[in-house]
């Protein structure tokens, strides 16, 4: 069974450009889920999407936003990008969303460099 | 709001020896608990989690017990392994339907 894929996995933007990453969820996974790495905040929520709806939304300004398909791939966008914005962006799928309770399978992520 | 506050690394064990990295919580109501492990390269795995106060989570040699009365979640192993090298991380799955994570605590077991 294939594991929650995430592209690209590097690229490298220059402030004030936008971003859009990708993520292929477990397959019959209806929720995908968006975290932030960076070494000084650690690991926090953007969104959470389920079958095409965010079901809820992490502390974070418009610039982010994200989107699902009918086949549960959801992708993030990010515009104007900003120095801070450098991070491992993480994404995370599970069969009936984070509520549950059931596990999350996270993908190994997209590393986002803004120079 | 709801928080984690986990134990500063970078801790460096030899192997067999035993390991506590503390975890800590803020929350309100009865949140579920976990531990989630980072190996080099790859994303985040499940390591344990506990759905209730009292409850033990073990995997691997690894165990955490949800303590209500001093709000923590301390993960613990007898006996490190070189594999254990990671980078671990608290959570917490709280009301408000998302993940508190703590900001990770870096393991390195030397031979």
């Known amino acids: 069974k294939a594991g929650v894929t995430q592209t690209p996995r590097y690229l490298i933007k220059t402030r004030g450009q936008q971003v859009t990453l990708s993520c292929s969820p477990i397959?019959?996974?209806?929720?995908v889920s968006w975290y932030q790495q960076t070494p000084g905040q650690g690991l926090q929520f953007l969104f959470e999407y389920f079958s095409e709806t965010q079901r809820n939304k992490g502390n974070f300004p418009g610039r982010f936003s994200g989107r699902q398909f009918s086949n549960s791939r959801s992708e993030m966008n990010v515009s104007t990008l900003e120095l801070g914005d450098s991070a491992l962006y993480l994404c995370a799928s599970s069969p009936f969303g984070v509520s549950s309770g059931n596990t999350i399978y996270f993908g190994e992520g997209s590393w986002l460099t803004v120079v | 709001g709801d928080s984690v506050t986990q134990m500063e690394g970078p801790v460096t064990l030899s192997e067999e020896a035993f390991l506590t990295i503390n975890c800590t919580y803020t929350a309100t109501g009865y949140p579920s608990l976990f531990w989630y492990v980072q190996y080099p390269g790859e994303g985040l795995q499940l390591l344990l989690k506990a759905t209730k106060a009292d409850d033990k989570g073990s995997n691997k040699g690894f165990e955490a017990t949800y303590r209500k009365e001093t709000t923590s979640f301390h993960l613990e192993k007898g006996s490190v392994q070189v594999s254990d090298s990671a980078v671990y991380f608290c959570a917490l799955l709280g009301g408000g339907n998302q993940f508190y994570f703590g900001t990770g605590t870096s393991l390195t077991v030397i031979p």
């Open positions: 397959s019959g996974h209806r929720s």
